[in-house]
């Protein structure tokens, strides 16, 4: 079950217990638990989500943050130990393990990245588009969005945090984007035009966690 809450697609479970209170957390995945008394319905666990709907915000923001913390390099949908090692010249990768020279080197490879790999995704994904005008890529840390098109100015921004992602998700936020230049808003006809391109792309945007 998902509800929204701002710009995010929140995933959540409902636990039920002989408990007389009712409980949120979140588990390392981003994926809120809702511990409930067996007595409580699933319209009254959906009116406390609403009312709590600030507490849960903040929550899952904070939950995010400690998925950044966990000491792991997170590329193309996997996660790496970090080894850093004054003597190697070049970023390494073996089996679960990045090794690098410093934190700096690490975190310009991570940005030469996501230049290389959005642009390489956004020439591939262009190709499924008839007369899609020519635009400009940029690249910033967004809080509450994987993308942003910019249909006036010609101007897709995407999000670094991507990068973390494996392949098929920054496709979905690509072409999502894309097809902004032909629907401006999330009509039906806007979600046809990505389905054409993507026919998973639901499965795809369920994997997204905001």
Known sequence: MKFKLNDYI??????????????????????????????????????????????????????????????????????????????????????????????????????SECERVFNEEIAICRKCFNNLPEFKLRIRKMKTRWGVCNTKDKIITLNSDLLKKDIALIDYVVVHEMAHFYEGNHSKNFWKIVEAVLPDYKERRKKLKY
Not at 56 to 74: C, N, Q
Not at 87 to 104: H, M, Y
């Open 10 to 111: 929140i995933e959540y479970d409902i636990v039920r217990k002989d408990n007389k209170n009712l409980y949120f957390r979140f588990d390392e995945n981003c994926h809120l638990i809702i511990t409930a008394p067996k007595f409580i319905t699933d319209l009254e666990v959906k009116n406390l989500i609403t009312k709590n709907s600030k507490a849960i915000l903040k929550m899952y923001e904070d939950a995010i943050m400690r998925s950044d913390r966990d000491g792991l390099f997170k590329y193309l949908g996997k996660k790496y130990k970090v080894v850093f090692d004054n003597r190697v010249k070049d970023i390494c990768f073996e089996d679960d393990t990045i090794t690098c020279f410093s934190e700096e080197e690490l975190d310009k490879f991570y940005h």
